[in-house]
Nanobody
Framework: QVQLVESGGGLVQPGGSLRLSCLAS????????MQWYRQAPGKEREFVAY????????DYGNSVKGRFTISRDNAKNTVTLQMNSLKPEDTAKYYC???????WGQGTQVTVSS
């Protein structure tokens, strides 16, 4: 069955960095575009980043452009979100999404606080 398992979340101070990973299984990962979304308490789910199946194209939400980088390793069925210059408003649960089948992972919590 399809599984998306996120990891790498945690507590970080403002200005710090975190690296999230999503390990995929149960489908042909190299054929699927992938996305990261996030959701803060009381807010709607927000688009964070997109990467094409081959990794040659990526796109970002306005609030994270220039600070976050999405990448993938098709040999390891993994998509990664490198988050730099983190701000308190980046605090949210981050979710991995497969565009092909619209499956979602369980999410990983990121908290940015001093």
């Amino acid at each position: 069955q399809v599984q998306l398992v996120e990891s790498g979340g945690g507590l970080v101070q403002p200005g710090g960095s975190l690296r999230l990973s999503c390990l995929a299984s149960g489908f042909t990962f190299s054929g699927a575009a992938m996305q990261w979304y996030r959701q803060a308490p009381g807010k709607e789910r927000e688009f964070v980043a997109y990467i094409s199946s081959g990794g040659s194209y990526s796109d970002y939400g306005n609030s994270v452009k220039g600070r976050f980088t999405i990448s993938r390793d098709n040999a390891k069925n993994t998509v990664t979100l490198q988050m730099n210059s983190l701000k308190p408003e980046d605090t949210a649960k981050y979710y991995c999404n497969c565009v092909l089948n619209n499956y979602w992972g369980q999410g990983t919590q990121v908290t940015v606080s001093s």
